[in-house]
Nanobody, 116 residues
């Protein structure tokens, strides 16, 4: 069983930066997938950034502005967000897929609001 706890959400002005962090319980290996998704009001959850143990994949809308990182020993993943836009406003979810049993785990979500 893996539990995920996000932190770092909040209100930021357009053009600003914010860093989200996710702490996981249980063990994390280098071949487990870690990532971030987001869900805008009235929309389906969408992938933002995924780290499958190799080069990360990013949604086209955040490429060049967001950076995912991970620390397997500390069992954390982070999402550094820069040049934020109002359309980045969403609830952001941390995600882990354990390679061993192919089970998905989700955090509770953290709100990011980009507005003046």
């Amino acid at each position: 069983q893996v539990q995920l706890v996000e932190s770092g959400g909040g209100l930021v002005q357009p053009g600003g930066s914010l860093k989200l962090s996710c702490l996981t319980s249980g063990s994390i290996t280098s071949i487990d997938t870690m990532g971030w998704y987001r869900q805008k009001p009235g929309k389906q959850r969408e992938m933002v950034a995924i780290d499958r143990g190799g080069p990360a994949d990013y949604a086209a809308s955040v490429e060049g502005r967001f950076t995912i990182s991970r620390d397997n020993l500390k069992k954390t993943t982070s999402l550094q967000m820069s040049s934020l836009r109002p359309e980045d406003t969403a609830v952001y979810f941390c995600y882990v897929n354990k390679w061993l049993n192919d089970v998905d785990y989700w955090g509770q979500g953290t709100q990011v609001t980009v507005s003046y």
